[in-house]
């Protein structure tokens, strides 16, 4: 499975809808935060797993286990929420293999 996405500029306007105070470096240290928090339990999933109203039920039932604080969790959600509705134009980019 390819490691989850790096957020890029055309994907802050997205996250701004949802969320308004997002930036492209709060979009990356989502993704930092998930990759060193979620992956010691279990394989990073890729975020176009889940719809963003998934992830934002998901997030709060794994962050009792990871021990993360409201604002990894809001982290988090940003960049999943975000990448989970990323334009299916490349796959490797929107954290999915080819075929």
């Known amino acids: 499975m390819p490691p989850p996405a ?3 500029p055309e994907d802050v306007s997205r996250a701004q809808e949802r969320f308004p ?3 492209l470096e709060k979009l990356a240290l989502g993704r930092e935060t998930y990759l060193t928090n979620c992956s010691g339990c279990h394989h990073l999933y890729p975020a176009r797993k ?3 109203e ?3 039920k998901t997030i709060p039932e794994m962050a009792k286990r990871a021990k993360l604080t409201p604002e990894q969790q809001e982290l988090i959600l940003t ?3 975000t990448m989970s509705t990323r334009p299916r134009t490349d ?3 929107a954290g999915r293999t080819p075929g």
């Open 79 to 81: 960049y999943l929420a």
């Open 6 to 8: 790096v957020p890029a």
């Open 21 to 23: 105070g997002a930036t």
């Open 50 to 52: 889940h719809t963003p």
């Open 91 to 93: 796959p490797v980019a």
């Open 54 to 56: 998934e992830w934002a």
